[in-house]
């Protein structure tokens, strides 16, 4: 019999939409097979009762406090998952890690590149472990491109695409809320909210930018407020980054192009992310549209051929699920807190893992670099 492997205690601070996602993933841990933790969902925080009130049906929960603090300061949390507005990012993210706790924190990892390079210092500081929370690149057919692109078989790199649109405010009669405007979303706007999942898995690849062009839309500029009298929704809705991207085969200085896309007005998208690669040699094309194939470009016997392929329910950690079945939002989900949880507890192996602070900062790079290409109309490189 295999000894019973002590839980990890995990603390929930921000009870919204992500806090819940979190609990439900939790909730279908017994779907990983062979893993080497055991979450349970021990305390949550939130100013809303309503909010808390909803993780009582976990059957688990022993701390729910409108205090974060108490769960950042409680000896029996051994981790805390951090799901709150981002202007509330480098209080929290820096308290926890002064406290000594480990945590995933929501991207955009501060509201700003200042406030995550401070968020960065303090975690340095007291040596917590820390990851970034980016969860599309744990689809099969994500991981397939990833490992097609890195193989080396692309060849020299022509041009790189990723994005991640949506239709959530196509809607002008949707009230006003955090997310629509820039004192607590950010200056950065869509980009804080979409573009730690664009940039993921082009950095993981080495694929930095060395220089970004900007175009920031801002298309509905007001929303009606709690009362309905319409405020002022100052978020960039939309954002498009031409990027120039160091190709790593050559000495010349050649850079290739990658393209950003970052909306969350698409009409007709409802959580799109994709990721494509092309190079000389070979090219690879995965949508969450179609999440159930991959396809691949390579050239046989002369002639250029696109393939499809089905990856599967095969993503990170091995599961119970069968092999042919489909994979889904939810799934990302738990098979990004498997690889942190493993990666914590020293047993990730070579496994694609989550997203790391370096990668958070880089992008935060990037994005400060496209406000300052909007204001001047220019290509500007990140610092
Ligand atoms: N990874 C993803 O796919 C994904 C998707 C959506 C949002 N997010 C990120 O998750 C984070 C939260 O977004 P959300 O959609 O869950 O927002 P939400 O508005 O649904 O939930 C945020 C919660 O934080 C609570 N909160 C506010 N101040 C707090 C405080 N001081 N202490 C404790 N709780 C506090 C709010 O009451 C609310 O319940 C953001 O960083 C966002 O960018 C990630």
Redesign the pocket.
Same mark, same amino acid.
């Given at each position: 019999m295999r000894a019973a492997v002590p839980p990890v205690r995990i603390g929930i601070?921000?009870?919204? =939409?992500?806090?819940?996602?979190l609990a439900v993933a939790i909730g279908r841990w017994v779907a990983l097979v062979d893993h080497p933790v055991r979450p349970v969902v021990t305390g949550v925080?939130?100013?809303?009762p309503a909010?808390r009130g909803w993780f009582d049906r976990l059957g688990t929960v022993r701390i729910s406090t409108?205090?974060?603090r108490r769960l950042a300061d409680d000896p029996e949390i051994d981790l805390l998952y951090?799901?709150?507005?981002?202007d509330?990012?480098e209080?929290?993210y820096v308290g926890a890690a002064e406290a000594g706790k480990d945590f995933l924190?929501?991207?955009?990892f501060g509201i700003d590149h200042a406030a995550a390079e401070r968020i960065a210092e303090a975690v340095r500081r007291s040596g917590v472990f820390v990851r970034v929370?980016?969860? =599309?690149p744990f689809f099969p057919g994500a991981l397939a491109a990833w490992n097609l692109a890195r193989s080396g078989q692309l060849g020299e790199i022509l041009e790189v695409r990723s994005g991640l649109s949506h239709s959530s405010d196509l809607n002008r009669a949707k009230p006003i809320?955090?997310?629509r405007r820039a004192a607590t979303c950010g200056r950065i706007g869509v980009m804080?909210?979409l573009g730690?999942?664009v940039a993921h898995l082009p950095l993981r690849l080495g694929w930095e930018p060395a220089s970004v062009y900007a175009m920031l839309d801002d298309v509905v500029t007001e929303r009606p407020g709690p009362d309905g009298v319409p405020v002022r929704c100052d978020t960039w809705d939309n954002a498009l980054l031409a990027l120039r991207v160091a190709e790593p085969t050559r000495r010349d200085g050649r850079t290739f192009p990658m393209l950003w896309e970052t909306k969350r007005i698409a009409p007709g998208q409802s959580n799109t992310w994709w990721f494509e690669a092309l190079g000389m040699d070979g090219g690879v094309r995965f949508s969450t549209r179609t999440p159930t194939t991959v396809e691949r470009f390579h050239v046989v016997d002369g002639e250029q051929v696109w393939e499809t392929l089905q990856p599967g329910h095969r993503s990170v950690w091995p599961t119970v699920t069968g092999a042919i079945f489909e994979f889904g939002f939810l799934d990302t989900?738990l098979q990004m807190w498997a690889t942190f949880l493993a990666d914590r507890a020293g047993a990730l192996g070579d496994r694609f893992g989550t997203a790391t602070i370096e990668e958070a900062l880089a992008a935060h790079r990037v994005f400060d670099a496209a406000l300052r290409s909007h204001e001047t109309a220019s290509a500007v490189s990140p610092r």
């Open positions: 601070i921000g009870a919204g =939409l992500m806090g819940r996602e925080a939130d100013p809303e909010a409108d205090d974060w951090l799901a709150v507005p981002h509330m990012h209080q929290i924190g929501e991207k955009p929370s980016s969860e =599309l809320n955090w997310k804080g909210d730690m999942h989900i």
